[in-house]
């Protein structure tokens, strides 16, 4: 049986009709790096035939050399940024994933996580279909080659049908660019223009860069297809009630980002501001793990009236490559990342916030290291509820096993965290902090209501964040 790589936190950009296609999608997968650190890759359209380039490692890395361009020729291009958990990562596992099947060409770039991928991989297998990677993505390659609709927008319509999970899509053939968010809407996509070009990305910053006009998100259960006439959408399938990730305004997304129809800046924040409501303390001042605990850091000091600091310093040069060094100072682990500043925190009552607690790993270093550099009382202020459940939809998570609040009270938390107070932000404070006006949100990570059901697939353990090879 295979061990499926689910797609886990991907990043997926393109852009259509523009000269300088895959330079506009170097940057766009340079915005969206945050979705992906493992690989990375390109395919561009000359109208006539496809070109790709992809391999293991940043986007800076897989495409700092100019003269890659010039073998991505054409004006349109997609591009994917991968994250996957530790273990056999290969190249042949980078996305897109290019084909040439009896239509022609076809490439296809994929964020999130199919649930039924095993089943069907069995399916096709038992009539023969041969499979070049272990990625569910390449499912849908084989469904849409196998589809006997004459159209393509038909055939990905019938392929999708079979599809199970989350999923945001870019095809690109070498007449046409074609987008899909699956009709929960479990990750982000938006489309926006730049001139006279279309660009789709999983989140606004990555127009933001190449100066393109965000047009709107697209809607749960929406594809666009994009070619020399312009653009036309449709929603083929059955429509469900949307359930879009919570966890992207917690964690994931990047703060500047337009997400689910809001800013996730402004939301983080007001997490923090609730939070502050939901778990006070008598304190001196806040600090945020960096960065992502910083926006809820801000609204905390401020709905608690208390200064905001920062009160630990982030190296942003940790790469995933970093190697430690010597066998005498081997167990560095958070202090390579973050280190305090001891003229702030000496004699302080310090509360400090931070987006979740996963495994409780990277809490109890960091309690340890405001103790030590002189905190009088460390207060642990998390602005998600605990994270009891894993996902299935694209966040990479650990077992549930793994997950310290799967098995522990917020007590026991607490006393292995070594903090004075613990307080997590309560589920109806997130989804009110979120705002549940237009959509109710999929918060299976927190309360194991799962929208889809799913397999039991087979699952690589989450990188430990503060060893070698983790970039947040
Ligand atoms: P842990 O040390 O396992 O408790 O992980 C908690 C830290 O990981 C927090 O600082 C979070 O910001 C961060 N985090 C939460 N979810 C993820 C994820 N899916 N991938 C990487 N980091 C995460």
Redesign the pocket.
């Known amino acids: 049986m295979h061990l499926y790589r689910p797609e886990e936190?991907c990043g997926i950009f393109g852009i259509f009709n523009h000269p300088e296609a895959s330079n506009l999608t170097y940057l766009g997968l340079y915005a969206l790096q945050h979705r992906g650190q493992e690989a990375c890759g390109i395919v561009s359209s000359d109208g006539e035939n496809l070109h790709t380039h992809k391999a293991m490692g940043l986007v800076a890395d897989v495409f700092g050399d100019q003269n890659t361009f010039s073998k991505l020729p054409g004006s349109a291009a997609i591009g994917h940024v991968r994250y996957s958990t530790a273990g056999s990562s290969v190249i042949k596992n980078t996305q897109p994933i290019m084909v040439e099947y009896s239509r022609g060409a076809i490439a296809v770039a994929h964020d999130g996580n199919i649930v039924n991928a095993q089943l069907i991989r069995s399916e096709l297998e038992a009539y023969g279909s041969i499979f070049q990677t272990s990625m569910d993505t390449e499912i849908i390659v084989h469904l849409l080659a196998t589809a006997r609709d004459d159209s393509l927008v038909e055939r990905i319509t019938t392929a999708l049908e079979r599809i199970e999970g989350a999923y945001c899509l870019l095809f690109l053939t070498e007449s046409r660019m074609i987008a899909v968010r699956d009709p929960y809407g479990f990750r982000p996509l938006c489309i926006g223009k730049l001139g006279q070009s279309y660009v789709v990305a999983s989140e606004s910053c990555a127009l933001d860069l190449i100066e393109a006009e965000l047009i709107r998100e697209l809607e749960p259960g929406e594809m666009i297809v994009i070619d020399k006439n312009g653009m036309s959408s449709c929603m083929p399938w059955k429509k469900v009630k949307p359930q879009p990730c919570i966890f992207e305004f917690v964690?994931?997304a990047r703060p500047d980002s337009f997400i689910f129809g809001k800013n996730v800046y402004m939301v983080r924040k007001q997490m923090g501001r609730q939070l502050a409501r939901e778990h006070g303390i008598e304190a001196d001042l806040v600090i945020a793990?960096p960065d992502?605990?910083v926006p809820a850091a801000m609204g905390y000091a401020e709905e608690a009236g208390l200064p905001f600091e920062l009160g630990l310093i982030r190296n942003h040069y940790v790469g995933r490559t970093f190697i430690e060094p010597q066998q005498s100072i081997r167990h560095f682990g958070v202090k390579i990342k973050l280190n305090p500043v001891r003229e702030i925190l000496k004699g302080k009552r310090v509360v400090i916030i931070?987006?979740?607690?996963?495994?409780?790993?990277?809490?109890r270093k960091i309690v340890k290291m405001v103790r030590n550099a002189g905190a009088s009382e460390v207060h642990m202020r998390i602005s998600s509820p605990p994270t009891s459940y894993p996902c299935y939809y694209g966040?990479?998570?650990p077992n549930r096993k793994e997950l310290?609040s799967a098995s522990h009270s917020i007590d026991e938390i607490r006393k292995y965290i070594t903090a004075d107070t613990l307080g997590y932000l309560s589920h109806e404070g997130l989804t009110e902090a979120v705002g549940e006006e237009n959509s109710s949100y999929c918060t299976a990570c927190f309360s194991g209501d799962y929208p889809i059901r799913f397999q039991n697939m087979g699952r690589n353990p989450?990188l430990d964040?503060f060893e070698k090879e983790y970039i947040?």
Do not use: N
């Open positions: 936190e964690y994931f793990v992502s605990g931070d987006d979740s607690i996963v495994r409780g790993t990277t809490s966040i990479d998570t310290i989450q964040l947040k």
